[in-house]
């Protein structure tokens, strides 16, 4: 078959279900992402606060998940959600097993090397707010909700917007991996079609080439958005 | 904060994930059978350009399942973590061309076997190999052992230096390092697609797998120069044929599913669909 | 506990350290090399020498490192025209795909940390230096090199430790590294974790030696960073 047939949207093409498994790349980057966010500020409350218990932990976490090879992680997670929460379902009586379905593994092994990062980059943004602003949200009588929902979230996220637009990129890479569980995103689809086909040439360059467009148009919206958070803000270098 | 917290999110995180499973409550009662394969064992189960799972084995699962009234949904799985994935409750079934072999057994139940087709070597017709080891003939190792341990000697003397491709956790990859450990070099993959491809550029010289995903692999157009080989064994280290793998807590399933093949097997449907994936007819 | 298994299987994947440590060694010293040329090109005067070291970087950071390798190891294999070359007694090697492949990833990255580092070098230093008469490999040398060193140290020391989690992946192209050992074991004795677990501790303390020997060498390379001790 020609290339053109190859990739085509006809029948016996997989031009669709290239772009399907691109689309799921980019569902579950995002899952990863936003679980990620949820366990990175987490970390990092633990990490900047006065407990030392709490920083001990944080800091451990970040330094497993920093020394363990992702590839590591993606199996860990795949096989062991499963078992962990039959174990704990078994615990309130359940009979039974608890699937965990491949998306949402995948999507929890990316999110919690993710965390570990993200981690870092919310304890660097909570440290560069001015302290000055801290002391005056509490001398005008802010609780601590309204205080983290006005004066520090805002302030944070715009900090780590750079740091985060980089994870985002290392979040969709690392999706690639997920492709062993089985999960039909983008790295998964090109090695069926190229094992299928017998030309891993053309697959595995095509998918590379929907990767770089997916990374390349990231860097274009990430850029704006810094762009915009930071409009008004004096830095030293910009972007 | 602090502990009643604490109870709180783990009695919470309990109910929740007991809800999410609420679907898969159903185990004893078997509405729902989730069966794992590859999706990349051709001609057994492979996915089609539209994403789909198709094969021989989908075909009899749909067919089993209707016998024993179940709804079957398929979900891909590497092959090697296929047990593992079992046993952690992922999918109820295995249906991958995967062989009754005692080790296995040991750590899962199988139903009745429902083919039983030889292996194979697969190798460039016209290279050393293939002079030496001649065209395919079975040679079925219960049934004449002398003739086994002769097809033995003679592949491991033509194999000597060689390079072997098999896949990871076959009886196939439990072959060659019984049998090929310090004569040839022995090269494990994850799917035989990429096995293929090694071959096909010469990374390796030949390859073991059962007859019908070797004679797929032939089928296809880029594989004029390749053929079929020495021995084709049956028995021994390669099992009693193929069959699903279930839980050795699933017994009742298993027997439900043996029902099913007997009567698939008394009305001609299994060897029906043997003959439309396999070309021949591989029932046991 | 049996710990005549566990014995027996750390036994095992310790004898696969010395494979993965080879690619790793191999691919960081490849990849230097390589983004050294990348980071000339980058900082030259020539508009088009700089856009293909910018797109080197954009390629080699914006996609999966597994989908680089199988391009390299599968795709390249696959062609006629790779297959007659002289390149392949190399390309034919499951080894020297690795490196090859891991290599050109991390040079992306290195790169980049190259370009930091040089940045971060002052332009005082270099206008002074360039005063006295230096000029060339001398100015790189003496004036260039050590400020740049001590600026990219702790990127370099990230990365390092990237590249061995990186190995992890040759194990999806045949090579016996400390991954596929503990994959291998769990598939033929179906333990499903203490491979698992067992290969996770390894690529700990090797991580850690790595990001300890390092910091070492930042701390003799900063003293006038170190505490006093007077």
């Known amino acids: 078959m020609g290339l053109f047939q190859i990739f085509g949207f006809g029948p016996g093409g997989w031009g669709l279900a290239m772009l399907e498994g691109a689309a799921m790349t980019l569902l579950v980057s995002a899952c990863g992402l936003l679980i990620g966010a949820a366990i990175g500020a987490l970390v990092a409350w633990a990490r900047l606060s006065r407990h030392r218990p709490s920083g001990a932990l944080g800091e451990a976490y970040a330094a497993l998940f920093r020394g363990l090879p992702e590839l590591l992680v993606v199996y860990f997670v795949y096989f062991g959600t499963s078992t962990l929460l039959t174990d704990l379902a078994n615990l309130v009586g359940y009979q039974g097993f608890v699937g965990v379905p491949s998306f949402l593994a995948g999507a929890l092994a990316v999110g919690v090397i993710s965390g570990a990062y993200q981690a870092e980059v919310y304890r660097a943004g909570y440290l560069a707010i001015a302290r000055g602003e801290l002391e005056a949200a509490v001398s005008v009588g802010m609780d601590r909700l309204l205080m983290f929902r006005r004066i520090v979230a805002p302030q944070v996220l715009r900090f780590a917007l750079p740091g985060l637009g980089n994870l985002w990129q290392v979040a969709l890479k690392d999706s690639s991996l997920i492709s062993v569980t089985g999960l039909a995103e983008l790295m998964r689809v090109s090695q069926i079609g190229a094992g299928s086909t017998h030309q891993p040439f053309a697959f595995y360059l095509g998918g590379m080439a929907l990767y770089l467009v997916m990374t390349l148009v990231s860097t274009r919206l990430f850029d704006a958005a810094e762009a915009r958070a930071t409009r008004g803000l004096r830095r030293v270098a910009a972007g | 904060m602090g502990s009643k917290f604490l109870k709180s999110v783990v009695v919470g995180a309990s109910l929740a994930a007991a809800l999410a499973a609420a679907p898969a409550a159903f185990a004893k009662d078997w509405k729902t059978v989730v069966i794992g394969m590859e999706g990349a064992y051709e001609p057994w189960n492979l996915t089609d350009s539209s994403g789909h799972i198709v094969g021989f084995e989908v075909d009899l699962a749909n067919d089993l399942c209707k016998r024993i009234n179940v709804e079957c949904k398929i979900i891909a799985q590497d092959w090697d973590g296929m047990i593992p994935g079992l046993k952690a409750g992922k999918f109820d079934v295995i249906m991958d061309g995967m062989s009754i072999t005692e080790e296995r057994k040991k750590e899962i139940d199988f139903s009745k076997p429902y083919a039983a087709p030889p292996a194979a070597f697969m190798a460039a017709k016209g290279s050393d190999i293939a002079k030496a080891l001649g065209p395919g003939k079975v040679v079925n190792a219960t049934k004449d052992p002398a003739a086994k341990d002769a097809a033995v000697k003679a592949v491991q003397a033509a194999l000597k230096g060689k390079t072997i491709g098999v896949q990871v956790s076959t009886t196939h990859a439990n072959f060659a390092s019984k049998y090929l450990k310090d004569i040839a070099t022995i090269k494990e993959y994850k799917t035989t697609d990429e096995r293929d491809l090694d071959l096909k550029s010469g990374r390796i010289d030949i390859a073991l797998d059962d007859y019908p995903t070797i004679a797929a692999a032939l089928d296809k157009p880029d594989a004029k120069d390749f053929g079929i080989v020495g021995p084709e064994f049956i028995g021994d280290v390669f099992g009693v044929g193929e069959g699903m793998g279930l839980r050795k807590s699933d017994a009742d399933l298993t027997a439900r599913f043996n029902k099913a093949l007997d009567a698939a097997f008394a009305d001609g449907s299994v060897k029906r669909y043997s003959l439309k994936w396999f070309k021949i007819d591989t029932t046991p | ?230």
Request: hydrophobic fraction near 55%; proline fraction near 4%; include cysteine.
């Open chain 3, 1 to 230: 506990m049996d710990w005549g298994f566990i014995g027996a299987t750390f036994l095992r994947l310790i004898a696969a350290v010395p494979l993965t440590l080879e690619v790793w060694l191999s691919s960081v010293i490849l990849g230097a090399v390589v983004a050294a040329g990348v980071t000339w090109m980058r900082v030259s005067d020539s508009r088009p020498l700089k856009a293909v070291a910018r797109a080197y970087v954009a390629v080699f950071r914006g996609t999966p490192l597994l989908i680089q390798l199988f391009i390299v190891y599968y795709g390249l294999a696959s062609l006629p025209a790779v297959r007659h070359s002289l390149f392949w007694p190399f390309l034919r090697d499951a080894f020297d795909c690795a490196v090859l492949s891991l290599g050109l990833c991390t040079a992306g990255y290195q790169a980049e940390i190259f370009r930091g580092a040089l940045i971060a070098v002052p332009h005082g230093q270099v206008e002074a230096a360039r005063a006295c008469g230096m000029s060339g490999l001398l100015l790189f040398r003496r004036i260039i090199f050590p400020i740049a060193l001590r600026h990219g140290l702790p990127a370099y020391s990230t990365e390092m430790i990237s590249m061995v989690k990186a190995t992890a992946l040759v194990s999806l192209i045949t090579l016996w590294d400390v991954m596929s050992v503990a994959l291998k074991i769990r598939n033929d004795t179906l333990v499903t974790y203490l491979p698992l677990v067992l290969a996770g501790a390894i690529y700990f303390v090797v991580n850690y030696a790595i990001g300890a020997a390092f910091l070492a060498l930042e701390r003799r390379l900063s003293p006038h960073l170190r505490a006093r001790t007077s």
